[in-house]
């Protein structure tokens, strides 16, 4: 089966500056990459997704880079705020129901 | 709103016993999930459903089984719960022919003594 795997676990960035979440994966047949955000004490959410057909995504101030030649995609998130401070999960899939998640990454943004 | 909601939201049980957890949704989508989470482990596919009766194991089925009698009911049963079976459990639901995205509902923490 499919295995993700991210990197840093944890983040701690100054509001303003940039945040950047890798993740790999290993099955070359999948072809859909979410991200989901996870406040504390609450649900996951998507943020933004991509497909394999695109290398890069952008909504406002996140973006989302795939590699698929090595198999790795990313997450950045720029001029950090308060509010990003969450955890973050990438996942992968073959499809988009059978999503393998990454471990997550806690983002703290300091003030 | 249209929304995906779980009971019990919290549950502490002992060794042994059986519990079951239950999901609904108001979204009218056809798919539904089981997930658990575990601080380090991200989030983990126990089942998945298309449709009513149709049953899929995911990544860690086992010491799970599930139950889809309804477009809107999907339930999440331990026969024999075990301390290791501790987790937050996450049912989620999508409609592929509107977006990708799955929708969470707010998780049930479970505790097995």
């Known amino acids: 089966g499919e295995n993700v795997e991210q990197h840093p676990s944890t983040l701690s960035v100054q509001e303003g500056d940039s945040a950047v979440i890798k993740c790999t994966y290993s099955?070359?047949?999948?072809?859909?990459f979410p991200w989901y955000k996870q406040e504390l004490g609450k649900r996951p959410q998507l943020i933004i997704d991509?497909?394999?057909?695109?290398g890069e995504k952008k909504d406002q101030r996140i973006a989302v880079t795939l590699n698929k030649t090595a198999k790795h995609f990313s997450l950045h998130i720029t001029e950090t705020q308060p509010e990003d401070s969450a955890v973050y999960f990438c996942?992968?899939?073959?499809?988009?129901?059978?999503?393998?998640f990454g471990a997550g990454t806690t983002v703290t943004v300091r003030a | 709103d249209a929304d995906v909601t779980q009971t019990p939201r919290n549950r502490i049980t002992k060794t042994g016993k059986r519990i079951m957890l239950e999901c609904s949704q108001t979204?009218?989508?056809?798919?539904m999930y089981w997930y658990r989470q575990d601080p380090g482990l991200g989030l983990r596919l126990i089942y998945y459903?298309?449709?009513?009766?149709?049953?899929n194991k995911g990544e860690i089925s086992d010491g799970y089984s599930v139950s889809r009698q309804a477009q809107a009911k999907f339930s999440l049963s331990l026969e024999s719960a075990i301390p290791n079976q501790t987790a937050l459990y996450f049912c989620a639901t999508s409609d592929p022919w509107v977006a990708n995205e799955q929708f969470f509902g707010p998780g049930t923490r479970l505790t097995v003594l």
């Open positions: 996942a992968a899939s073959q499809g988009d129901y059978k999503l393998s």
């Open positions: 979204k009218g989508h056809d798919r």
């Open positions: 099955d070359s047949a999948s072809n859909y």
């Open positions: 459903s298309f449709d009513v009766k149709d049953i």
């Open positions: 991509i497909r394999s057909n695109v």
